[in-house]
């Protein structure tokens, strides 16, 4: 096939890749001119930074060097004081010579002279000079009129003498003595023109320029050649302003003109018109091609506009390219549409087709059925079939833990997990939701129907242990009769749930066997009306053989393998004979017969037989108890003063509980729960709690025991918890109720208050 339309596109997308390619140099070219631009800049900024930096290291150099010898030597506070000077005219050689050491040791350094108020002499590396001899009076004068001035003086002249050559200087003065005297002046000048040659070092002239200005604005010196200083206004470019906060200087600094930037500007500009030739270039040859590549377009739009006419659906107002778009989109729409219609009709057939075999359908119906579904394993004929039931124990919890969507997940999964075990046992499976809580799974098999049994059991083996280790889930399997056919799919159905109405009486491993059903001979009521008579007669009659009773009745149940509702309806019949005997003795027995849907709702919920038992004998063991507690009421009030006497004798024993006052007296813990809050108002352990730190506050108050010892004394098997206990009750900590010297009791009786 010819691929001419994919030339023609081809050629049609040149004009903009040169176009794009023009415009990525061309701007490329100016990110690298604006790149550049900006690391010049920072250079500079950084060169200037440095310099800076280095200036003000200088200063502060200077004046550290000078505060140190200041410090160090003695000499010049004598060269304060005017009669040592008359007398050791050595003082005065001495300090001269150290502000010559000084000047000498820092180029910066141009002059240094101290002032001593008391006479108005001075003191300079030329020795003493008179006041109306010194030329630098005014300055001095104008020093001691700011006294708390910090830092160097703007730029000023300087002359030692009156016929001196006059200097430019910066000047630096403390008040002497150090740091705040009121003798003198200090005075350090340091020389604006070796400042200067110090930044002319730091400076390539012919590259950058650095212009200093003063406060005002003023240029004081620029590193430009003379003809470059000339020309300033119209030269290089100022990059930086830094200011000099020790000396209140301005610095300008910059490249110099004619040096940097100039072939990124040429170049950026030529390719500015080798862009614009491209851009008319690309401009014609687009239209050009365009024109020409739109026939094949043109076509395909005259047949989708005879499509849309035909549907009353032309006239909008769109291009081409959308009326293409918008045929395929819907072209593909109705396609997903379809498939997904398709994919939903045969998941309905399939679940229609399983509960039609549920109820029993035709052998010849049912494989051509499953046949056209294509449910039907290739190259196999299955011998034997079997269904399977399987059931979420506690549906109830399920629901409630878990959303509506985490259901359906959870459900989704079990359902691939259980096909997946079935196949790797070698077996065909099918499974469906039949119900809320329960799944039904049609298994196959080519071989023995014992073989299949077995089978199954042991898919029924690995799935519930799966699922109860993954999903925490249980779940009941109760297995159907094995057929030949697929026409006898629905009695094995109607045996499983035959099987699984006996889940309670079969269901010990979770595994339920259609073939493990009773006879219809095993079922003899009058014996459990009878064990019901007999258990309410030893109920009535305060006989604890009742329990008994009641073990031999769950006993008969197991060996007769009641159904589920069987069992639940003699049940009934045994409440509703108890009740009729005790109900109308008191409010209390009263309360336990009344609403009767909470008893049936936690019957309806055991699982199995042994969990309907527990149940059953709990409730009952309840109703024992009010029906005791009120026939004995002088056992009762006997009851609770041997208990209370028992505990007060071994409180101090760690294992006292209500477990084990329930061995100990052969009643439940409840039941000893149940009296302490009828007898004392407070829970056991709050009473046990309390004697427990009363024997604490005496032992810590009146012995030198360590809080170990007496935690294991008052039955606490280690400190940390006696501790805790110990101030949550008392208030304090045990090793602070000691340090505190508390008498026992007093803490939390006054907390009481």
Do not use: C
């Amino acid at each position: 096939m010819k691929k001419n339309w994919y030339r023609r596109m081809l050629l049609s997308y040149f004009p903009i890749f040169f176009f794009t390619v023009t415009i990525l140099i061309f701007l490329s070219l100016i990110l690298v001119n604006d790149i550049s631009h900006k690391e010049t800049v920072k250079a500079d900024r950084l060169s200037t930074d440095y310099m800076l930096d280095r200036l003000s290291r200088s200063l502060r150099a200077v004046e550290m060097d000078v505060l140190e010898e200041l410090e160090k030597n003695d000499r010049y506070r004598d060269a304060l004081n005017a009669r040592t000077t008359r007398e050791d005219r050595q003082v005065v050689i001495d300090v001269a010579d150290s502000m010559r050491k000084l000047m000498a040791n820092d180029g910066l350094i141009h002059s240094i002279y101290i002032y001593r108020l008391e006479d108005k002499q001075v003191l300079t590396t030329s020795g003493l000079v008179g006041w109306e001899s010194f030329a630098d009076r005014g300055f001095v004068e104008r020093a001691m009129e700011r006294p708390e001035f910090r830092g160097w003086s703007s730029i000023r002249t300087y002359r030692e003498f009156s016929i001196d050559q006059e200097r430019r200087v910066v000047s630096m003065y403390k008040r002497w003595p150090l740091p705040f005297g009121s003798e003198g002046l200090f005075v350090v000048n340091a020389d604006v023109y070796s400042i200067e040659q110090m930044i002319r070092s730091m400076n390539d002239g012919d590259v950058s320029f650095v212009d200093v200005r003063d406060e005002n604005g003023s240029l004081l010196f620029s590193t430009r050649s003379a003809e470059r200083e000339e020309s300033a206004a119209t030269g290089g470019k100022v990059l930086n302003r830094a200011t000099f906060e020790q000396l209140g200087w301005t610095f300008e600094t910059g490249i110099a003109a004619g040096q940097m930037f100039m072939w990124v500007s040429v170049i950026s500009y030529a390719w500015v018109g080798v862009g614009l030739v491209t851009i008319v270039f690309a401009i014609f040859y687009i239209l050009y091609i365009t024109r020409k590549n739109y026939q094949p377009i043109r076509v395909i739009m005259n047949r989708i506009e005879s499509i849309r006419m035909s549907e009353n659906d032309f006239g909008l107002k769109m291009d081409e390219l959308s009326v293409i778009d918008q045929t395929l989109e819907k072209l593909i729409r109705q396609t997903e549409d379809f498939e997904k219609q398709q994919r939903e009709n045969l998941l309905v057939q399939r679940r229609q087709l399983f509960h039609d075999m549920m109820q029993g359908l035709a052998k010849e119906t049912a494989a051509e059925r499953l046949k056209k579904l294509g449910m039907l394993p290739e190259a196999k004929r299955l011998q034997r079939l079997a269904f399977v039931v399987v059931e979420i124990g506690h549906y109830r919890d399920f629901s409630r833990a878990f959303s509506a969507r985490d259901q359906h997940t959870l459900k989704f999964a079990l359902t691939n997990v259980l096909q997946e075990l079935a196949q790797t046992e070698g077996m065909y499976a099918w499974a469906e939701w039949i119900a809320e809580n329960r799944m039904g799974v049609i298994v196959g098999w080519n071989g023995e129907p014992s073989s299949l049994r077995e089978t199954i059991r042991r898919f029924a083996d690995k799935g519930r242990d799966w699922v109860a280790e993954h999903l925490r889930l249980s779940l009941f399997f109760a297995i159907g009769s094995v057929e030949r056919d697929w026409e006898g799919v629905g009695r094995s159905y109607r045996a499983a749930l035959d099987a699984l109405s006996h889940k309670m009486s079969l269901g010990k491993e979770a595994i339920l066997m259609s073939e493990d059903l009773p006879g219809e001979t095993g079922r003899q009521w009058y014996k459990y009306i009878q064990s019901a008579a007999e258990l309410v007669k030893a109920f009535r009659l305060l006989n604890a053989e009742w329990r008994d009773s009641l073990d031999a009745m769950f006993d008969q149940m197991a060996a007769d393998r009641l159904k589920d509702e069987d069992i639940r309806t003699a049940l009934r019949t045994l409440m509703d004979m108890l009740g009729t005997e005790l109900a109308e003795m008191s409010p209390e027995l009263q309360a336990h017969f009344q609403a009767p849907e909470a008893s049936e709702a936690a019957e309806e919920e055991a699982a199995t037989l042994a969990e309907l038992k527990s149940r059953m004998s709990e409730r009952l063991t309840e109703i024992y108890r009010t029906y005791v507690a009120h026939s004995e009421t002088k056992n009762h009030l006997a009851m609770i003063k041997e208990l209370k006497a028992y505990i007060e004798e071994h409180f101090e024993n760690p294992d006292l509980s209500l477990k084990h006052l329930s061995d100990r007296f052969h009643i439940s813990g409840k039941y000893v729960s149940y009296l302490f809050k009828e007898a004392f108002n407070m829970k056991f352990v709050d009473y046990l709690a309390e004697l427990r730190m009363d024997r604490a506050e005496r032992l810590l108050a009146e012995t030198e025991e360590s809080i170990q010892r007496i935690a294991l004394q008052v039955g606490y098997a280690n400190s940390i918890t006696f501790g805790r206990v110990f101030k949550r009750l008392v208030g304090v900590t045990p090793g602070d109720y000691r340090k505190l010297k508390l008498k026992p009791g007093t803490t939390r009786i006054s907390s009481d208050i």
